[in-house]
């Protein structure tokens, strides 16, 4: 691949997502326009900036690498991510979307703590803030490890000067713009990527000898590899599906995902763009699915399973599109990134209310909290090893276990106080600690998938049988 050509494109689309950021620094003058964008946005910006905010790195290196190194059982992860979008736009989007309004809430930990009042509600807000900040940090971490792929295989930058330039680059228009400037760059991210999930599959399918040629090709891998349930049957068969479709869940609980449907400008905007969110999601998981594939036909077992994306593309894409590659690529990984910037910056600014003790500065101390978070991103990537889809998942999982049951309870109309509500952030977010660090566990894992969504869940509900609920002045169900 002519390093020339990828270069001047890479330079050329980044040099616009940093224009986007100055340009949008105008319309960021209150925490709403910073954080929610005004709450004006429309089906295709919600919608294609939901899905790729939702779709980084993990997607593009992390499961398209999945799907080569497991065979086709990888694929029953799509119904599930799938089948959560949905759930988040279509049964939970109308509470998240008219209480925000109703209730003046800017960020998911708003909904948690709504019924508290005092130094619970202070408890909440502060413990809340610290779960986010630690799960964006290793989510953080496997986006910032892919840009460090990104840059070492297609410009032989080595991982850490990689690192550092695609974080910084992420860094400048999100500190500039806000929501504002991560909408449009999101939109214009997903586009880009969705091009690329259809193109680069597409010539990897047909290099590959179409269908029968992948039959062929990977004839020779290990017993189960084609199998449906990966050489699994009866119980441990269900729980395989299970678990993998169970990552779905995590859609529920996403803060980072949650502000898109809340910035939507009105109903009609929500359920288009949630068309739009579910029809890019297919697009992209099923090309990473075939490019998985392709590329075990192709190389066999030879290749590492998260360089096969790049591999296919220096292999077999013109020279002119490796910049467009390297693009796509980190546009996956921004996508996600700045959004959970943002994030971070109103769990610290707007829910521990650091913004108004420093005299209403709010952007400000929003803006100084992503730049430590960053650092520490980048410090994670380089001292504590793993693999991008390893991060991504526990985070992914963790998140949706702390706050999705709550969303699930309020769209249920399920009555609840704030002492239950942060039981159940805690049990969830400490299940889903217990299964990553004290469980074999893997993408598959019926039990660290579900269970600890299940019990924030269980615990709720048990507490509106009983009768916990808030007091009639405070409560307000959705």
């Given at each position: 691949?002519?390093?020339?050509?990828?270069?001047?494109?890479?330079?050329?689309?980044?040099?616009?997502?940093?224009g986007v950021g100055?340009?949008?620094?105008?319309?960021?003058?209150?925490?709403?326009?910073?954080?929610?964008?005004?709450?004006?946005?429309?089906?295709?910006?919600?919608?294609?900036?939901?899905?790729?905010?939702?779709?980084?790195?993990?997607?593009?290196?992390?499961?398209?690498?999945?799907?080569?190194?497991a065979?086709?059982?990888?694929?029953?992860?799509?119904?599930?991510?799938?089948?959560?979008?949905?759930?988040?736009?279509?049964?939970?989007?109308?509470?998240?979307?008219?209480?925000?309004?109703?209730?003046?809430h800017?960020?998911?930990?708003?909904?948690?703590?709504?019924?508290?009042?005092?130094?619970?509600?202070?408890?909440?807000?502060?413990?809340?803030?610290?779960?986010?900040?630690?799960?964006?940090?290793?989510?953080?971490?496997?986006?910032?490890?892919?840009?460090?792929?990104?840059?070492?295989?297609?410009?032989?930058?080595?991982?850490?000067?990689?690192?550092?330039?695609?974080?910084?680059?992420?860094?400048?228009?999100?500190?500039?713009?806000?929501?504002f400037?991560?909408?449009?760059?999101?939109?214009?991210?997903?586009?880009?990527?969705?091009?690329i999930?259809?193109?680069?599959?597409?010539?990897?399918?047909?290099?590959?000898?179409?269908?029968?040629?992948?039959?062929?090709?990977?004839?020779?891998?290990?017993?189960?590899?084609?199998?449906?349930?990966?050489?699994?049957?009866?119980?441990?068969?269900?729980?395989?599906?299970?678990?993998?479709?169970?990552?779905?869940?995590?859609?529920?609980?996403?803060?980072?995902?949650?502000?898109?449907?809340?910035?939507t400008?009105?109903?009609?905007?929500?359920?288009?763009?949630?068309?739009?969110?579910?029809?890019?999601?297919?697009?992209?998981?099923?090309?990473?699915?075939?490019?998985?594939?392709?590329?075990?036909?192709?190389?066999?077992?030879?290749?590492?399973?998260?360089?096969?994306?790049?591999?296919?593309?220096?292999?077999y894409?013109?020279?002119?599109?490796?910049?467009?590659?390297?693009?796509?690529?980190?546009?996956?990984?921004?996508?996600?990134?700045?959004?959970?910037?943002?994030?971070v910056?109103?769990?610290?600014?707007?829910?521990?209310?650091?913004?108004?003790?420093?005299?209403?500065?709010?952007?400000?101390?929003?803006?100084?909290?992503?730049?430590?978070?960053?650092?520490?991103?980048?410090?994670?990537?380089?001292?504590?090893?793993?693999?991008?889809?390893?991060?991504?998942?526990?985070?992914?999982?963790?998140?949706?276990?702390?706050?999705?049951?709550?969303?699930?309870?309020?769209?249920?109309?399920?009555?609840?106080?704030?002492?239950?509500?942060?039981?159940?952030?805690?049990?969830?977010?400490?299940?889903?600690?217990?299964?990553?660090?004290?469980?074999?566990s893997?993408?598959?894992?019926?039990?660290?998938?579900?269970?600890?969504?299940?019990?924030?869940?269980?615990?709720?509900?048990?507490?509106?049988?009983?009768?916990?609920?808030?007091?009639?002045?405070?409560?307000?169900?959705?």
């Amino acid at each position: 691949m002519d390093d020339a050509f990828a270069l001047i494109s890479f330079i050329v689309y980044n040099a616009v997502l940093v224009g986007v950021g100055i340009w949008a620094v105008r319309k960021a003058k209150s925490q709403e326009d910073f954080l929610l964008g005004g709450r004006s946005l429309g089906p295709w910006v919600a919608g294609l900036a939901y899905a790729a905010s939702s779709s980084s790195a993990w997607v593009l290196l992390g499961f398209s690498g999945f799907v080569y190194a497991a065979g086709p059982s990888a694929l029953w992860m799509v119904p599930g991510i799938l089948f959560g979008y949905g759930v988040i736009w279509l049964f939970s989007g109308d509470m998240l979307q008219r209480v925000s309004r109703e209730k003046n809430h800017l960020t998911l930990t708003d909904f948690v703590v709504e019924n508290a009042r005092g130094k619970l509600a202070r408890i909440i807000r502060i413990i809340s803030a610290l779960i986010i900040c630690f799960c964006y940090a290793y989510f953080i971490a496997a986006q910032f490890q892919g840009v460090g792929v990104a840059f070492a295989d297609l410009f032989d930058m080595n991982l850490y000067t990689g690192v550092i330039f695609g974080a910084a680059i992420i860094l400048i228009y999100t500190f500039l713009g806000g929501f504002f400037a991560v909408s449009i760059t999101d939109t214009m991210q997903g586009v880009l990527m969705a091009c690329i999930a259809i193109i680069l599959p597409t010539v990897a399918f047909f290099a590959a000898g179409g269908l029968e040629g992948i039959s062929q090709g990977i004839a020779a891998a290990p017993d189960g590899y084609m199998d449906s349930f990966g050489g699994r049957t009866g119980w441990i068969a269900i729980g395989f599906v299970l678990g993998l479709s169970a990552t779905g869940f995590g859609a529920l609980g996403q803060p980072h995902l949650v502000s898109w449907i809340m910035a939507t400008r009105d109903r009609t905007a929500r359920l288009y763009g949630a068309g739009v969110a579910i029809g890019w999601g297919a697009i992209v998981y099923t090309g990473m699915g075939v490019l998985g594939l392709s590329a075990r036909a192709i190389y066999g077992a030879e290749a590492p399973a998260e360089g096969v994306f790049f591999q296919l593309a220096s292999d077999y894409l013109p020279a002119l599109l490796g910049g467009l590659v390297a693009a796509a690529t980190l546009s996956a990984i921004m996508s996600t990134v700045d959004s959970q910037f943002l994030v971070v910056g109103a769990a610290v600014s707007h829910d521990v209310r650091i913004g108004k003790l420093m005299g209403g500065r709010e952007v400000l101390v929003s803006r100084l909290s992503i730049l430590v978070l960053c650092v520490a991103a980048v410090e994670l990537t380089f001292y504590v090893p793993s693999s991008i889809f390893d991060r991504a998942l526990f985070a992914w999982v963790a998140m949706g276990a702390t706050f999705g049951p709550i969303i699930v309870a309020r769209t249920l109309n399920l009555r609840f106080s704030a002492p239950v509500a942060l039981a159940a952030v805690l049990v969830g977010f400490g299940a889903s600690l217990g299964f990553e660090f004290f469980w074999e566990s893997g993408p598959g894992d019926v039990l660290g998938r579900m269970l600890p969504w299940i019990f924030g869940l269980i615990i709720l509900s048990a507490a509106h049988i009983a009768g916990l609920a808030p007091r009639a002045e405070d409560a307000h169900q959705g």
